[in-house]
């Protein structure tokens, strides 16, 4: 079973940029994407981007042209790059490992501690 642990989170201000990894290891048999998930307080996990073992890549239209997802198969790492943040992407980020078809990803049951991002002025 594939174990995730994501780091790199923390306070910025509105404008800032942080990036995110995820680490992967154990066994990720029948997974063929990566996907970053985000939850705030009260609110239900949303998904924010994936990207494929092919290097395809999708992104929510909340964060598409600010975030970028993309990877290091050698480390079995995933990043996610976020710039121009904004007050409402604080939450806390989770990376999953699951599956591509088609052009839908499908979150598979590994999820990681998650990593706290606060934008505040």
């Known amino acids: 079973q594939v174990q995730l642990v994501e780091s790199g989170g923390g306070l910025v201000q509105p404008g800032g940029s942080l990036r995110l990894s995820c680490a992967a290891s154990g066994s990720i048999f029948g997974i063929n994407a990566m996907g970053w998930y985000r939850q705030a307080p009260g609110k239900q996990r949303e998904f924010v981007a994936y990207i494929t073992v092919g290097g395809s890549t999708n992104y929510a239209d909340s964060v598409k042209g600010r975030f970028t997802v993309s990877r290091d198969n050698a480390k079995n790492t995933v990043f996610l790059q976020m710039n121009s943040l904004k007050p409402e992407d604080t939450a806390a980020y989770y990376c999953?490992?699951?599956?591509?078809?088609?052009?839908?990803?499908?979150?598979?049951?590994?999820w990681g501690q998650g990593t706290q991002v606060s934008v505040s002025s």
């Open positions: 999953n490992g699951g599956n591509y078809y088609s052009g839908i990803y499908y979150a598979g049951g590994s």
